[in-house]
C-alpha cells in the first residue's frame, strides 16, 4: 500500500531524510517512531505531497506522490501535528468545507454523520470549534482526514499535549481505524507505539535505524524495547536516567 525507495531530501547541504526505505501493507499500522528533528515530518510531508523529495521514490497504493500527485492525494488522510481547523467555524461547517474541498462522492449527510459518531464528536456539530478542548480538537482533525473514506491514514504526533485521558482515547480510535485503513503513525513515544502497532520503523538524524515489528526487534536480546530503543537511537552510550 506505500512503498519508500531510497527517500532523500535536502535542504540547502544540510540532509534530512537520507536514502531510506520501507513499506507499508495493506491494513497495517506503521509506528515511525524516533527524536525531535529525526526526520519523521519532513518523512511525511514528502508522502503527502507537501514538499519534494530531493531524490527516491514515494508511492501509495501503486500511485507516484510525484508522478501523479492528486491521484496520490485522493488516497490518503493526513492529521498534521497542529490540527488542521479553523476556529471560527462550526465542526459541521468545517467538515462539509472539508467535504466540498476533497471532492468528495459519497453521500454527504451520511458519510459526516457516520464520521462523528466513529470519532464521538456527534454531540459538539453545531459548537464552534474555537470553544472546543485540545482533545476534541484532535478529534476533528481525525475526522476532516477520514472523509472521503481515504485508504491511507497518515498522523503525526497525534496525542501531542493531549491529558492521560485523551491520549487513551485517541490511541484506542486510531487502533480501531486501523481495521479498515493502512496507517503511519508518527510519534517518539515508544509506549503509544507498543499500544498501538503492528511494526516499527525507528528513524535517527534523518536514517532507519530499525525496521520489524516490535518481537522481531527484541528477538535475541535480553534488553526492554525502551533499552533497545535508546541503543537504536544512542548507540551504545544509553543509560537507565535516558529511559522515555
Do not use: W
Amino acid at each position: 500500500m506505500i512503498e519508500v525507495k531510497n527517500l532523500t531530501k535536502s535542504y540547502n547541504g544540510n540532509v534530512a531524510v537520507d536514502d531510506i526505505s520501507f513499506t507499508v501493507g495493506s491494513g497495517e499500522i506503521l509506528g515511525f517512531l524516533g527524536p525531535n528533528g529525526a526526520g519523521k515530518s519532513t518523512t511525511m510531508n514528502i508522502l503527502t505531497g507537501y514538499i519534494s523529495s530531493t531524490s527516491g521514490t514515494a508511492a501509495l497504493d501503486g500511485i507516484d506522490i510525484l508522478e501523479n500527485p492528486l491521484a496520490a492525494k485522493r488516497k490518503i488522510g493526513y492529521l498534521s501535528e497542529q490540527p488542521p481547523v479553523y476556529l471560527d467555524m462550526t465542526v459541521d461547517e468545517y467538515l462539509s468545507f472539508v467535504y466540498e474541498l476533497k471532492k468528495s462522492k459519497l453521500p454527504k449527510k451520511a458519510h459526516l454523520g457516520e464520521i462523528c459518531e466513529l470519532v464521538k464528536i456527534a454531540d459538539m456539530r453545531k459548537r464552534l470549534i474555537r470553544n472546543l478542548s485540545k482533545g476534541y480538537r484532535q478529534r476533528v482533525g481525525l475526522a476532516q482526514a477520514l472523509v472521503g473514506n481515504p485508504p491511507i491514514l497518515i498522523l503525526d504526533e497525534p496525542t501531542v499535549g493531549l491529558d492521560p485521558k485523551q491520549i487513551i482515547e485517541i490511541r484506542s480510535l486510531v487502533k480501531k481505524l486501523g481495521k479498515n485503513h493502512t496507517v503511519i503513525l508518527s510519534s517518539h513515544i515508544l509506549p503509544e507505539v507498543q499500544a498501538v502497532c503492528d511494526k516499527v520503523v525507528i528513524i535517527n538524524e534523518g536514517k532507519i535505524v530499525a525496521d520489524g515489528t516490535l518481537e522481531s526487534l527484541r528477538e535475541g536480546s535480553e534488553m526492554s524495547l525502551e533499552q533497545l530503543f535508546m541503543k537504536f537511537i544512542f548507540g551504545e552510550t544509553y543509560d537507565e536516567d535516558m529511559m522515555l
